[in-house]
C-alpha cells in the first residue's frame, strides 16, 4: 500500500510538472507575442511620425525657398542665397529621414552619442530648451486666450471720489 501511493505521488508529481512546463510554455509564447504586438505599435507610431516630421521639414525648406525668391526679387541677393542653400540643405535632411527606417534612424543616432557624447549631449540640452520655450510660449498663449473668452471687460475710466465734505464758508 505505501508504494502504491508512493508510485502515484511519483505519477502525480509528473503530471504536475508536464502542466507546470506546459503553463510556463504558455506564458513565454504569450509574452512574446505581446512584446512583437507593442514593438510593432511603436514602430508604426515612429514611423508616421518620421513621416509627419519629414512633411514639416519639406514644408519648412519651401517656405525658406520662397522668402530666398522675395529676397531676390527685393535685390537682396546675399541673404537669398544663404536661404537658398538653407533650404538646399533641409531638402536633404527631409530626403536622408525619409530614406531611412526608424529602426536605421535610432541605431546611427545611438551610434552618434556613442562616437560623440558630448555633440550628443549638447545637442539634446539644446533641443530640450527650445522644447521648453515652445511649450512654454504656446502654454501661455492658451492661458491668454482662454482668459479672454466670452468675457468682455469693461474699461471705462471710473472718476474718483471725494472723501471729505467741504468746510462751511464761515463769516
Known amino acids: 500500500m505505501a508504494n502504491d501511493m508512493k508510485e502515484k505521488a511519483k505519477e502525480i508529481g509528473k503530471q504536475v510538472q508536464e502542466k507546470a512546463g506546459q503553463v510556463g510554455e504558455q506564458v513565454r509564447e504569450q509574452t512574446t507575442q505581446l512584446a512583437n504586438q507593442a514593438q510593432g505599435k511603436v514602430k508604426s507610431t515612429l514611423e508616421s511620425q518620421k513621416q509627419k516630421g519629414v512633411g514639416e521639414l519639406s514644408g519648412l525648406a519651401e517656405a525658406v525657398r520662397q522668402t530666398s525668391h522675395t529676397l531676390r ?51 539634446a540640452f539644446m533641443m530640450g530648451l527650445v522644447a521648453g520655450r515652445f511649450l512654454k510660449s504656446s502654454r501661455d498663449r492658451r492661458i491668454d486666450e482662454s482668459s479672454s473668452y466670452g468675457r468682455q471687460e469693461s474699461f471705462r475710466r471710473e472718476e474718483p471720489t471725494a472723501t471729505a465734505t467741504p468746510a462751511a464758508p464761515t463769516m
Not at 92 to 105: H, I, K, P
Open 73 to 123: 526679387e527685393q535685390q537682396n541677393e546675399g541673404v537669398a542665397h544663404y536661404a537658398e542653400r538653407a533650404a538646399e540643405q533641409m531638402d536633404r535632411m527631409a530626403q536622408y529621414f525619409e530614406s531611412r527606417d526608424v529602426g536605421e534612424l535610432l541605431n546611427e543616432a545611438e551610434m552618434f552619442a556613442r562616437r560623440h557624447p558630448e555633440a550628443f549631449l549638447g545637442g
